[in-house]
């Protein structure tokens, strides 16, 4: 079997960005990827301006505490004022362009205005370039702006708007095909068979995937039989990226997955060395169309948890690179455990943990592949390395889900 990391540089070895490009508004690029580097087309700030509501200065005419000028001018946002004359004070407000001729800005808390608005006592001796902020501080035309694989999110959205972008180039979406193997399976709202089970990984499979911003199609439950399960890889591969499977991926007489991939395509990798997931395999199936084109295939075990951690350490990723993002690995902290676990496996283990108010990391109690409201109650992964266990109080590798769900 292969380790973890073995199994994962071998997706990602295979795995290979989209080619189709489009251009959307900007608006409606969140959760896009870009696919072209953008420089901006202005300077942001376009003009030195203010940080503050106060007062536009000559930082030389203030050297002490209740100096008093006139104020000549107001300068409102969204307008531009004159040069300010010797003695004078200009009124400015947040993000309105500094005069010529001032090089500080006083807060309007700092000073207090006599004579009917006129006349200004200053209560402060300002520095030059005091709450100014310079033209191009941000971004200079010209300048990279968002570098292409970049996830927009909805800062990435802010910039280009800032940089001045209305659209966008983006990688098309990839294209992802879902079906679960299982005649036990039923959907909820439909009663149950003898001794059968609601489908849970068709939620939680496609919910994962459309939260990474793929087009899934869901071809729904496939009987355990070989014809139907090689006729759903053949209709699954036409107009798809990736096929994903659940169940069917053990060497049981009514797993059908491995000989129907095997059928219409090719299977690469069976079998790796973690806990929960040790069946997870990886092909591609024949486009039917297209004899010399593929379609990628992944299979995931069945039990909803093995199914979910396979899926966040293996298919994410592979995915993320078939849509050209350049952050492909899964974030992880060291974090503190709040218990033993003496009994480690042969395989590296995933564990499903919280995190405590003391800052640590509690165990949920049942570790079973079939106990998805593990997953549902904690915070995340602790990777505990084959044949690795750990005491009360060591630093461990955690794996947030908040980081494996965009």
Known sequence: MLSAVEALAHLLKNASP?????????????????AKDIASQ???PPLDN??????AVRSSEITQVGTVLRMAQRIPAGSVGQSLETGTIARIFTGAPIPQGADA???????IVQDQNELVQINSVPNAGQWIRRRGEDLTAGKLALTAGSLLR???????????????????????????????????????KPGGIYNSNR??????????????????????RLEATRAALRTASANHDLIITSGGVSVGEEDHIKPAVNAEGRLDLWQIGIKPGKPLAFGAVRKQQQSDQETWFIGLPGNPVSSFVTFLLF???????????????????????????????????FLRVKIN?????????????????????????LDCPAGQGFKKGDMVRYIPFSGLLS
Do not use: H
């Open 357 to 381: 108010a003391q800052g640590g990391l509690d165990l949920f109690p049942n570790q079973s592949s079939g106990v998805l409201t593990s997953a549902a109650w904690g915070d995340g992964l």
């Open 18 to 34: 989209v080619n189709e490009e489009e251009t959307v508004p900007t608006q409606a690029a969140l959760g896009r990827v870009l």
């Open 42 to 44: 202005v300077d942001v």
């Open 315 to 349: 298919v994410r990723p592979f995915i993320l690179k078939l849509q050209g993002r350049s952050d492909l690995s899964s974030p992880s902290y060291l974090m503190r455990a709040d218990f033993d676990w003496l009994k480690p496996d042969r395989r590296n283990e």
């Open 154 to 192: 909805p800062q990435q959205l802010g910039v280009a708007a800032s940089a001045g972008y209305a659209q966008l180039p983006v990688k098309r979406k990839v294209r992802v095909a879902a079906f679960f193997t299982g005649d036990e399976l039923s959907l909820p709202g439909e009663p149950l």
């Open 50 to 55: 203010t940080s503050m509501d106060g007062y």
């Open 203 to 224: 939620d939680t499979l496609l919910g994962v995937i459309r939260s990474l911003g793929c087009e899934a199609t869901d071809y729904g439950i496939v009987p355990d």
């Open 105 to 111: 800005v006083v807060m309007q808390e700092d000073c």
